[in-house]
């Protein structure tokens, strides 16, 4: 049985990558960009006061002296110096006059009027070129490559892209996904169970996660435990990018997904990996479709979709990999068996940050990861953990 | 002017409850609950087999023993023992019937046929009551309170939701938000800006903002630096459950917003906070409608976002707040001035996990918090950081 770092590089080394598409920057917000991003100009694209105050030359400044003063200069609009002209009342965010390169701020000037003549002056000792002013391409300059591909749209990328004018951008296309959740004991979830029957919550599990990705799937379909229908339905799903499976993986004899999918030319890459939970897990590829055969249990899927699939849609997309954290655990834990296990942890922070076990009756438990923020990770050469120890920790 | 914490207390007293909506689960994540979730039933609702084996009796059981049987039970099915019947080929999921407590599991089971009569042996030395069983009601009773109102509605929770039959939740409505972005100097995003213009970034981080808390605005405007114009523009934006303004709360004469706001009959409930970016937010209320009044540039504008407009929404809609972390700062930081200081950093894992400065250019630098993960605190009585130190940190 393969290891979780094997399983892992498995799977990363079959990722697809997916077209893209030019959408509105308004519709991109948490989609991944599929274009480097250069800056149109200089940033800021002009010397920009960066206080309301007045600008004047720092030459041959001395305090106190008496600057005679007539225009203002709002954000918005430019000025040329007048002949003699040595001061100008200035605002914040407005271009700073060619022939000045100092601006002092309003709070240290001393305005009089002297003859309905306006002056000011300034107490400050010393003033060095470009006090309070952000120069021009201090920041970006023309042609700078600002955003590479692969990066997320999140607030402060949203903020950049709309400076540089990108009303459109180019954004990985979301890939088709088909989910099928198998099992005789599954019903839809708006129906009454009978006592022996359960609702089909890894659907939406798997929806939940592959929302993150802003992908709405093509189909999610429930199979009961006979061949004909899994054949026929699992047809259908290979003629999509990704087709994610629950249930029907593991040893009991109506576990018919590997050798239905066999069947079907879908090529095995893994049955089984030493993970608990989610040790059932199957993964293959038919041509461009990838296969994920997810265990029934609902935290093994909510596992396998955080450990497995994520990392896959990511790559896939060209994204960095979610962080990993390493953080002092707070509870204690003995080995059984020879699996890296993930457990779900709550954050907590007093003096510093660590994590706290929440407590849970195993894969099965419909409640396991809710209030969790996160995986902890038991690896398998590890014989325990003590408390205080620094672990490694996945956050949701 | 009043500090970081006594502005988040006042603008968290001002939080108002918006109403709930009945959404279907699909269309729920990352929405947030609004209505107490109680278990509909036991969960396991059966004595649920955790294997693929057999069922049998551990009273009497002695190793070795030999069990005939002739009937296997699938998940999805349920079966009452016929007299004489001591062993159940069983498969994970399914019920334990009465009269049986534990499943041994296939591994560890011998089978042979006799006669043509199947039989099995286990070599197990000792077995207890419930072995590889999860009990009926373990992990929740019927009625138990499962989920509280206010939770964020992620994976564990849409898997939860969906297992207890939830196909329709109540959900926080979102509120009406009207943006209004002000100043000369701006332009919209699609247009090519003179030489001493910018773009239209702020809208786009205050709508990116909004969109992780499922708000689409309901009216986005920019208006010039003109009186009568931001009048008429914040008249209708008054109409909303929350304003959001930027730019024109500053220093600067042309910076009006706090006189129309207070002429519109908009309460002041502060002007100016001892932070750094962001120190001239205006905050205040009209009736039910809130108004954040942001300062204009971006970097001012993503930290207010962040650590007063998310806040305040987070508790207006009964969440709760994003969790703060402590954690070592690799950098080093000098006291200029009394203010609370924010700067964007990066999550970094060595042996543990530490935060990195990012350099910038200060508030006005359009990439500030791009390659950020979110916000160093360096709280105003502190006179420096030094490396190594553990500092506040929010995640974006």
């Avoid at 599929?34 to 200089?42: F, G, H, L, M, V």
């Avoid at 180019?170 to 198998?182: D, E, G, Q, R």
């Avoid at 099992?183 to 009978?194: A, Y």
Wanted: proline fraction near 7%; charge should be neutral; glycine fraction near 8%.
């Amino acid at each position: 049985m393969i290891s979780y770092t094997e399983a892992l590089e498995k799977i990363l080394s079959e990722v697809r990558h997916y077209p893209s598409e030019l959408i509105s920057l308004d519709q991109s917000f948490g989609r991944v960009l599929c274009e480097e991003i250069k800056s149109d100009r200089d940033y800021p694209p002009f010397h920009r006061s960066a206080m309301d105050g007045f600008a004047i030359s720092s030459q041959n400044y001395t305090p106190n002296q008496v600057y005679p003063y007539h225009r203002e200069l709002p954000a918005g609009m430019s000025m040329d110096l007048e002949k003699d002209e040595k001061a100008i009342r200035i605002m914040t965010g407005a271009p700073v006059p060619e022939g000045l390169d100092v601006v002092i701020k309003i709070e240290d000037a001393n305005l009089m009027e002297v003859n309905g003549q306006k002056q000011v002056s300034f107490s400050t000792k010393e003033i060095k070129p470009w006090l309070n002013i952000s120069k021009r391409g201090e920041d970006l300059k023309t042609g700078d490559l600002v955003l590479p591909k692969g990066i997320q749209i999140g607030t402060s990328v949203a903020s950049l892209l709309a400076s540089l004018g990108k009303d459109k951008v180019s954004v990985v296309k979301a890939p088709k996904v088909h989910i099928i959740s198998t099992g005789n004991e599954v019903v839809p979830i708006h129906s009454s169970p009978l006592p022996f029957q359960i609702r089909d919550s890894n659907s939406y599990t798997i929806k939940s996660i592959l929302s993150k990705y802003k992908i709405q799937p093509e189909s999610v379909t429930h199979v009961p435990d006979l061949e004909s229908e899994i054949t026929k339905q699992i047809q259908i799903g290979l003629e999509a990018d990704i087709l994610i499976l629950s249930g029907g993986v593991s040893m009991g004899n109506l576990d018919l997904i590997p050798s239905i999918l066999q069947k079907l030319g879908v090529e095995l890459i893994f049955h089984k990996t030493a993970i608990k939970p989610g040790k059932p897990i199957w993964f293959g590829k038919r041509k461009n479709t990838i296969v994920f055969g997810m265990p029934g249990n609902p935290f093994s899927v909510q596992t396998c979709s955080r450990i497995f699939l994520e990392p896959f849609l990511r790559e896939s997309y060209g994204q960095n990999q979610l962080p990993s954290y390493k953080l002092p655990y707070h509870g204690t834990k003995q080995r059984k068996g020879g699996l890296t296990e993930f457990f779900p942890v709550q954050l907590e922070t007093k003096d510093n940050t660590y994590l706290k076990p929440i407590s849970f009756n195993g894969s099965g438990d419909v409640r396991a990861g809710v209030f969790s923020d996160g995986l902890g990770i038991f690896p398998s050469d590890l014989s325990q953990i003590q408390k205080g120890d620094t672990i490694d920790f996945l956050p949701w």
